[in-house]
């Protein structure tokens, strides 16, 4: 469901979804080895956020711990119901399993339902 993303420095990585949706879901993905033969560039603790179209309101969507002990693709409920849909969101990865330089995600997920533009509602600030 994601579309293009861009990266926000340490600020964190956001990215478009193809259509503003409502979700319920996040999944992260690393491998059960790197090439190294480790798991320590793994992510760790990650929030995921959604962002108003101005991207000037961030709304707390999941945090979760990437336990590298259950397997390579996680998926996460979203812990707050939420009645709006989000266009982009924020992936923030607060810390990894101890390599000092890097953090490395293969993919990042989120699923929900695809709700028609004129359906979402009009954010007030």
């Not at 491998?31 to 961030?58: C, I, K, Y």
């Not at 945090?63 to 969101?89: C, M, W």
Request: include cysteine; aromatic fraction near 8%.
């Amino acid at each position: 469901m994601l579309a293009h993303g861009r990266t926000a420095g340490p600020g964190g990585h956001q990215a478009a979804c193809q259509n503003p949706a409502l979700l319920c879901h996040s999944g992260a993905h690393h491998p059960e080895m790197t090439p190294s033969g480790t798991a320590s560039s793994a992510p760790r603790d990650v929030a995921v956020f959604g962002l108003d179209a101005d991207s000037e309101e961030e709304v707390p969507l999941v945090s979760f711990t990437f336990d590298v002990g259950e397997g390579p693709t996680q998926t996460f409920l979203l812990k707050n119901n939420h009645s709006r849909a989000f266009r982009y969101i924020k992936v923030l990865v607060k810390s990894n399993w101890g390599h000092p330089r890097y953090t490395c995600l293969y993919r990042v997920q989120v699923h929900g339902k695809v709700v028609k533009t004129e359906d979402v509602e009009p954010q007030s600030h």
